[in-house]
C-alpha cells in the first residue's frame, strides 16, 4: 500500500524532504535577516558620517534618518527572528532553553533600552544562521554516509 504524502526524496535522520524544505526556508529568511542588519548598520554608518559634516550638522531629515532607519530595519528582523525560532523549537534543532533565553532577552530589553535592546536582536539572527547550519552540516555528513554505505 502506497502513502499519499510520500515523498520522492528518502528520509535523512528522522527529517522528511517537507521538513528539510520548511527548516530550509527559515534559513533563508534568516539570511534576509541578517542582510536586514548588514544594510541597518551601513545606514547607520552613512546617515552617522553624513550628520558629522558640517553641511548637514543642522539637518533634521538627516538626524531622523539616522536615527530611525537602523531601527526600522532591525525591527523587521524580529519576526523573521521568532519565526525560526519556532522552526528551531518545532524540530529541536536547538535547546529549548538557549531559544527562550535568546528571545527573552531580546524582548525584555525594550524595558531597558530599545537601542539596547535593538543591539541584542542583532546577535540574535547570527545565533540562529549557527544553528542552522549546524544542522544542515550534519544533514550533509549523513548523507555522505548513507551514500557510502549504500
Not at 27 to 46: D, G, P, T, V
Not at 101 to 108: E, S
Request: proline content about 3%; aromatic content about 16%; overall charge positive.
Amino acid at each position: 500500500m502506497t502513502q499519499l504524502n510520500a515523498s520522492a526524496k528518502p528520509i535523512t535522520k528522522g527529517f522528511s524532504a517537507p521538513v528539510i524544505g520548511l527548516i530550509e526556508h527559515a534559513q533563508r529568511l534568516n539570511k534576509w535577516s541578517i542582510y536586514l542588519i548588514y544594510l541597518a548598520i551601513a545606514l547607520f554608518l552613512l546617515f552617522g558620517t553624513l550628520k558629522s559634516l558640517s553641511q548637514f550638522k543642522d539637518s533634521q531629515t538627516i538626524y531622523t534618518l539616522f536615527h530611525w532607519v537602523p531601527y526600522g530595519l532591525v525591527g523587521l528582523t524580529i519576526p523573521l527572528s521568532c519565526y525560526v525560532a519556532f522552526i528551531l523549537y518545532r524540530y529541536r534543532l536547538s535547546q529549548p532553553s538557549m531559544l527562550a533565553l535568546c528571545i527573552g532577552m531580546g524582548f525584555g530589553l525594550f524595558a531597558i533600552s530599545s537601542y539596547v535592546a535593538l543591539a541584542a536582536w542583532i546577535g540574535v539572527a547570527f545565533m540562529f544562521k549557527a544553528n542552522l547550519t549546524r544542522f544542515f552540516n550534519f544533514i550533509q555528513e549523513s548523507r555522505q554516509t548513507e551514500t557510502q554505505h549504500a
